[in-house]
């Protein structure tokens, strides 16, 4: 049992590239998450999705993009980065509309935006 | 908007010393809240979930405690171990179909 995977687990780019970061969960959990985790600042919420097809603004989501095309995968894209986007990022995955049962995040993925 | 607090940053305690982690939320009406350990450079992992209708739950050396009036909770840790050393993450979650809200974490270093 995977949980929830993401890749890439590193990656360096230029300022500029363009770049698209993968999250997939076995669950069959019908939301999914991004965040991205700077020291100092905790985790904050990128983009969200309640189902197939639909996202949603967290609270930093200028210069990235989602999308949710198949239930199991969201994917979070970066069209041109900025060294504002080095940090570590973090999908994660959970229930619709249960109490009883949390998130499951990945394992994360570093990027360095240079 | 919901804010959630984590005091202290960061604590240092001896080996076997019991300890308490807190975390505060400004939003009482909750849905539920989330404890999570995440060790250097690895992701986070869940360490127990209370529900709004909870007042605390345990698995092992933890308990945790809800005090939804006083938008409380707390993570107490017995016969605390060096591989207790991480940092702990509060989260909490307004609805079900709203997102986990984060505190910034209790960094915890525990010293054989």
């Known amino acids: 049992n995977a949980g929830v995977t993401q890749t890439p687990k590193f990656r360096v780019l230029k300022t500029g590239q363009s770049m698209t970061l993968l999250c997939a969960q076995d669950m069959n959990h019908e939301y999914m998450y991004w965040y991205r985790q700077d020291p100092g600042m905790g985790l904050r919420l990128i983009h969200y999705s309640v189902g197939e097809g639909t996202t949603a603004k967290g609270e930093v989501p200028d210069g990235y993009n989602v999308s949710r095309l198949k239930k199991q995968n969201f994917l979070l894209g970066l069209e041109s980065a900025a060294p504002s986007q080095t940090s570590v990022y973090f999908c994660?995955?959970?229930?619709?509309?249960?109490?009883?049962?949390?998130?499951?995040f990945g394992s994360g993925t570093r990027l360095t935006v240079v | 908007k919901q804010e959630v607090t984590q005091i202290p940053a960061a604590l240092s305690v001896p080996e076997g010393e019991n300890l308490v982690l807190n975390c505060s939320f400004t939003?009482?009406?909750?849905?539920?809240l989330q404890w999570f350990r995440q060790d250097p450079g690895k992701g986070l992992t869940s360490l127990l979930l209370i529900q709004s209708s909870q007042r605390e739950q345990t698995s092992g050396r933890l308990n945790a405690s809800l005090d939804k009036s006083s938008g409380r909770s707390t993570l107490y840790i017995a016969a605390s171990q060096p591989g207790d050393s991480a940092t702990y993450l509060c989260?909490?979650?307004?609805?079900?179909?709203?997102?986990?809200?984060f505190g910034k974490g209790t960094r915890l270093s525990v010293i054989a």
């Open positions: 939003d009482s009406a909750i849905y539920n």
């Open positions: 989260a909490v979650r307004l609805s079900g179909n709203t997102p986990l809200v």
């Open positions: 994660a995955s959970s229930y619709a509309g249960s109490s009883i049962y949390g998130y499951t």
